[in-house]
């Protein structure tokens, strides 16, 4: 049974999607407010946070900044009254979000999102792929790790999100073709996001930030200006 933590400081909230999502047949955990949130993100591990952004004194950002910046890679939605305004989703992706949903919600449309990206933590699996390959380039420089779903710089983790690996990962098993954004949407996000293509330019830069070692002159994610991104085939 999939757990899910729900943070949010609006208890009439917690209480309605936690009743929603356990007729679901999920398992829920909850918190109204986002230091003991936090606590029970490490301890209980859920498969996906659903997280409040406007909290008093530990507000979502201050969450998962902290929670990215500690190494947890546990995907996180996104569930607020800001609004849909692009600017907020982007800054909510650009922190390590995996997902946006503003609220008032549409509970189907929360639980079919909750799927596919509980449906993507075996990604690679589900797509047939070979998770056990441990692929390493420019000796050592860059090595993506399917097994530990981690990239890294001579055996230094990248400390890659989920949608960071997954990203790099689709770059490389169709290394030398070019992605197109729509393509890396439809394949990557699955059916989590429906927003505009520059959530593609937002994970792309942070994963670049990242895995490249030359800010200046990218080596692992080039830019085909006017149609996607590729992972280079010539690499050793």
């Given amino acids: 049974m999939p757990k899910i933590l729900i943070v949010d400081d609006d208890p009439t909230v917690v209480s309605s999607t936690s009743d929603m999502?356990?007729?679901?047949?999920?398992?829920?955990?909850?918190?109204t407010d986002g230091k003991t949130g936090f606590d029970l993100a490490v301890k209980e591990k859920p498969d996906v946070i659903i997280l409040d952004w406007m909290m008093p004194d530990y507000n979502g950002m201050?969450?998962?900044?902290?929670y990215r910046a500690a190494g947890h890679q546990t995907q996180v939605l996104f569930l607020t009254g800001k609004g849909d305004l692009s600017q907020y989703q982007v800054e909510a992706l650009r922190a390590g979000a995996d997902?946006?949903?503003s609220k008032p919600y549409d509970?189907?449309?929360l639980v079919e999102r909750l799927r596919a990206m509980i449906r993507r933590n075996d990604y690679s699996n589900k797509n047939g792929q070979d998770t056990s390959n441990r692929h390493e380039y420019c000796g050592g420089e860059l090595i993506i790790d399917g097994n530990a779903?981690?990239?890294?710089?001579y055996d230094q983790s990248c400390d890659l999100t989920n949608r960071e690996f997954q990203l790099l990962q689709y770059l490389e098993l169709n290394s030398g073709r070019v992605c197109s954004r729509p393509e890396l949407l439809k394949q990557v996000w699955k059916f989590d996001f429906f927003g505009d293509?520059?959530?593609?330019?937002v994970t792309i830069k942070r994963t670049r930030q990242k895995i490249e070692p030359d800010q200046n002159n990218f080596k692992y994610i080039i830019t085909r200006r006017g149609f996607g991104y590729s992972f280079p085939s010539e690499l050793t």
């Fill in 62 to 66: 201050n969450f998962i900044n902290d």
């Fill in 99 to 101: 997902a946006y949903l």
């Fill in 149 to 153: 779903m981690q990239a890294f710089r």
């Fill in 21 to 31: 999502l356990k007729s679901f047949s999920f398992d829920v955990i909850t918190s």
């Fill in 107 to 109: 509970p189907a449309i």
């Fill in 197 to 201: 293509e520059r959530t593609v330019d």
